[in-house]
């Protein structure tokens, strides 16, 4: 199993049904999330949360996967900076308060298994802001295929 990875600041602020980064799974491969972080770039707090999603909503800007190992294949999970329509927002997985601070954050991690998020077009994992104002913020999700 190989280990890949994507970052970035998000383009949208993030509400309760739309997600301000995004990783889904392809139509023939799954994954194993294995970490996930999420950095403040404002001084307001705010409250943020990972959750699946069960459908897509509209994807916003396309994000570059890399591999930890340049030698392994291409990855099949595909990542998103944020959307322009809202996804259908599943379990929450986590949930943390970023204080107001520049980078002020939290890093997530998932053990032994990770989360598994089986094969299909329309399943994933997101961060959403459950409640109060969204700010945009830094992020990164690693997982395993």
């Avoid at 509400?15 to 889904?24: C, G």
């Amino acid at each position: 199993m190989a280990r890949y990875s994507i970052a970035g600041r998000s383009t949208i602020a993030g509400t309760a049904v739309r997600a301000l980064a995004s990783l889904y799974a392809a139509a023939g491969s799954g994954f194993k999330l294995r970490e996930v972080g999420v950095f403040n770039t404002t001084s307001t707090a705010l409250a943020i949360a990972l959750v699946r999603l069960t459908a897509t909503g509209t994807q916003g800007a396309g994000l570059t996967e890399a591999e930890y190992d340049q030698d392994a294949p291409a990855p099949a999970a595909t990542g998103f900076a944020g959307h322009t329509a809202d996804a259908t927002v599943g379990q929450v997985l986590r949930q943390a308060a970023l204080g107001a601070a520049v980078g002020s954050g939290v890093i997530f991690t998932f053990g032994d298994t990770g989360i598994v998020v089986p094969a299909g077009t329309s399943g994933g994992v997101g961060i959403i802001v459950p409640t109060g104002a969204g700010q945009v913020c830094d992020y990164y999700f690693d997982w395993d295929e």
